[in-house]
């Protein structure tokens, strides 16, 4: 099982920037995918970036294209969400998750299996 600790969220105005930290514990290689997930008030669960673990692929939402960027540094065991030109629709309750088996590519982010997830990190877009 692997241990999940979103990092990193505030409060920031629009076209303002942040940077979400998933760090990993417990039963971690290098080749572990991760993917950030948001839920907004009232809205359902949508993924946001996933990072493969093996080969690099990487995938993002399309409201966030363009804006936000998923990287690792596996030494560290942690995967970063780069957030810039936030807008007030990014406002939301950021997780980081892994699963079983993640298949990452350009135009999706599937989880399969035993899922683990972190508790989150509050990111809010307001003047």
């Known amino acids: 099982q692997v241990q999940l600790v979103e990092s990193g969220g505030g409060l920031v105005q629009p076209g303002g920037s942040l940077v979400l930290s998933c760090a990993a514990s417990?039963?971690?290689?290098?080749?572990?995918?991760i993917g950030w997930f948001r839920q907004a008030p009232g809205k359902e669960r949508e993924a946001v970036s996933c990072?493969?673990?093996?080969?690099?692929?990487?995938y993002y939402a399309d409201s966030v294209k363009g804006r936000f960027t998923i990287s690792r540094d596996n030494a560290k065991n942690t995967v970063y969400l780069q957030m810039n030109s936030l807008e007030t629709e990014d406002t939301a309750v950021y997780f980081c998750?892994?699963?079983?088996?993640?298949?990452?590519?350009?135009?999706?982010?599937?989880?399969?299996?035993?899922?683990?997830w972190g508790s989150g990190t509050r990111v809010t877009v307001s003047s």
């Open positions: 990072i493969s673990g093996d080969d690099g692929n990487t």
């Open positions: 417990g039963i971690t290689s290098d080749l572990l995918a």
């Open positions: 998750a892994s699963a079983s088996i993640v298949v990452v590519s350009r135009d999706s982010c599937l989880f399969y299996g035993s899922e683990d």
